[in-house]
């Protein structure tokens, strides 16, 4: 069996995220619930609360030989499977998850399709408010979005988070 530790994606009852991040922390085990400050407004005050960012998924990193004894921590359902096995995270994208969740709060996850014609409003940077239209979806999360400003087409690159769909 191989001794590297790799991290894992665990499905787990809903809301049973800190939980279970918890356990496994007890018994030994690295394990990461991302959480995400969110304002909540109650009739007397706004409060800043921390929820899991990704609901009702936890990351372990754990040795091969370890993934049966996590299943029997009370509330994990079962591993997250890509192509009929376990998903496998890289390193690298649990640091960058890290220093994303460090740097913001009130992150937002989803998934966005986007394809050219689609017309996009840009929600952050320098254009933000702007609405355009993609040219061309590029690798890396990268589109190419035209936008139309005071009889000009400017052209530039945005990161996908930073463009809504209109």
Request: net charge positive.
């Amino acid at each position: 069996m191989s001794t590297a530790k790799k991290w894992y994606v665990l499905y787990t009852k809903p809301r049973w995220e800190k939980k279970i991040h918890q356990a496994l922390m007890q018994k030994g085990f690295e394990s990461y619930c991302p959480l995400n400050k969110v304002r909540r407004k109650w009739s007397d005050r706004i409060k800043v609360v921390e929820e899991p960012l990704f609901k009702s998924y936890i990351f372990v990193r754990i040795k091969e030989d370890e993934k049966s004894e996590i299943r029997y921590v009370d509330g994990v359902l079962n591993y997250v499977y890509w192509n009929g096995k376990p998903a496998i995270v890289k390193d690298d994208e649990i640091i960058e998850i890290k220093k994303f969740m460090s740097e913001y709060e009130d992150v937002q996850v989803g998934n966005i399709e986007m394809k050219p014609a689609d017309e996009v409003l840009v929600k952050q940077g320098v254009m933000m408010g702007a609405s355009g239209r993609i040219l061309r979806v590029l690798s890396n999360n990268m589109v190419e979005v035209r936008i139309d400003s005071l009889g000009f087409v400017l052209t530039a690159k945005f990161d996908k988070q930073k463009l809504d769909k209109v």
